[in-house]
Nanobody, 121 residues
Framework: QVQLVESGGGLVQPGGSLRLSCAAS????????MGWYRQAPGKQRELVAS???????NYADDAKGRFTISRDNAKNTVYLQMNSLKPEDTTAYYC???????????????WGQGTQVTVSS
């Protein structure tokens, strides 16, 4: 099995910063793309940012210039540095990883449990 454990969410004032972390563990041979998504109640989950194993990144338009995604391949961990946070960034954030498992040699999509980010004064 593979588990994704997220941390770093919380309450922050508008204009503030948060850093989310997500560590993948378990039966992992290799981790391909990793990313962060967010989902507001009643809405579809949407991409915030993604990063390949080689370091190529992709951002949603409203994340560009404010958020930075990075990863530590040795730790199978992905980070999301969020700066200049706005109240509209308030929602649950989910980590995603595309993993080649070491036990059954299949590539599957895995999700974290979600971490809440609240931007409010």
């Amino acid at each position: 099995q593979v588990q994704l454990v997220e941390s770093g969410g919380g309450l922050v004032q508008p204009g503030g910063s948060l850093r989310l972390s997500c560590a993948a563990s378990g039966s992992i041979f290799s981790v391909y793309a990793m990313g962060w998504y967010r989902q507001a109640p009643g809405k579809q989950r949407e991409l915030v940012a993604s990063i390949t194993s080689g370091g190529s990144t992709n951002y949603a338009d409203d994340a560009k210039g404010r958020f930075t995604i990075s990863r530590d391949n040795a730790k199978n961990t992905v980070y999301l540095q969020m700066n200049s946070l706005k109240p509209e960034d308030t929602t649950a954030y989910y980590c995603n990883a595309v993993v080649l498992r070491s036990d059954v040699h299949v590539v599957r999509d895995y999700w974290g449990q979600g971490t809440q980010v609240t931007v409010s004064s």
